[in-house]
Nanobody, 122 residues
Framework: QVQLVESGGGLVQPGGSLRLSCAAS????????IGWFRQAPGKEREGVSC????????YYADSVKGRFTISRDVAKNTVYLQMDSLKPEDTAVYYC???????????????WGQGTQVTVSS
């Protein structure tokens, strides 16, 4: 049974940082690429970043490039999203998802976590 569990969300001031974690079970990061997505109220779910299972190549949405960093610890079967210089517009529920192919398209992903809330506000 595949399970993805996000953690690390919370309330942070603009300019602050958070690190999200996505702990995977029932699959391995050697086989599955992991994507991070977010959904703000009234908006569609959008791709934030993903990491390729085959070689660790990373991809970012333009809105987060230079501020967010995705990484993985294969031994721990965990993927991280380091979020720096956070802005109010980054406020959303953040989800991680697993797929055999790295893509920023939500509908391509097979497995999803339950999400973690990130709120950027003063």
């Amino acid at each position: 049974q595949v399970q993805l569990v996000e953690s690390g969300g919370g309330l942070v001031q603009p300019g602050g940082s958070l690190r999200l974690s996505c702990a995977a079970s029932g699959l391995t990061l050697d086989d599955y690429s992991i994507g991070w997505f977010r959904q703000a109220p009234g908006k569609e779910r959008e791709g934030v970043s993903c990491i390729d299972s085959s070689d660790g190549t990373t991809y970012y949405a333009d809105s987060v490039k230079g501020r967010f960093t995705i990484s993985r610890d294969v031994a721990k079967n965990t993927v991280y999203l380091q979020m720096d210089s956070l802005k109010p517009e980054d406020t959303a529920v953040y989800y991680c998802a697993a797929n055999l192919i790295p893509t920023m398209l939500p509908h391509e992903y097979d497995y999803w976590g339950q999400g973690t809330q990130v709120t950027v506000s003063s």
